[in-house]
């Protein structure tokens, strides 16, 4: 299964997002393990949710307990696979709360440095799909 840029953006685009959110989204979509890309894709289409748990966390527990979109619960599920440690502590600080605060973004840009990576510019190649 796959998904084209242009398919995903005018999903996105019907719910609101602006076009700077959907090539952020698209990329981190794109840099998803293939186990996330796949439910991701399969819930793009079919609007079905997985029911796994990754570190005792659902993609629905995020959507409806901690308030995140759907796309971004995703994004968070995929990042509890790769850095759990990391993921863990930021969503224990950000619990029910829909936008991270100053000093939590501040905390993550520390976190981010000490593992020597820094915030990159996002740009997106129209012509490249998801593919699972």
């Not at 850095?83 to 930021?90: L, Q, R, V």
Request: charged fraction near 30%; glycine fraction near 6%.
């Amino acid at each position: 299964m796959k998904i084209t840029f242009s398919e995903f953006k005018n999903f996105f685009k019907k719910n609101g997002y602006a076009d700077s959110d959907i090539a952020i989204l698209f990329k981190g979509v794109k840099g998803m393990q293939p186990k996330t890309k796949r439910w991701f894709i399969k819930w793009l289409f079919t609007g079905e949710l997985p029911t796994e748990k990754v570190e005792d966390v659902t993609v629905e527990f995020l959507i409806n307990e901690c308030g995140y979109k759907p796309a971004n619960a995703f994004i968070i599920i995929d990042w509890l696979m790769t850095e759990p440690d990391y993921a863990k502590y930021i969503l224990l600080k950000q619990t029910n709360e829909r936008v991270i605060s100053d000093e939590t973004k501040q905390e993550m840009l520390e976190i981010l440095n000490g593992m020597g990576a820094e915030p990159e510019v996002i740009s997106v190649d129209e012509t490249e799909d998801i593919e699972e």
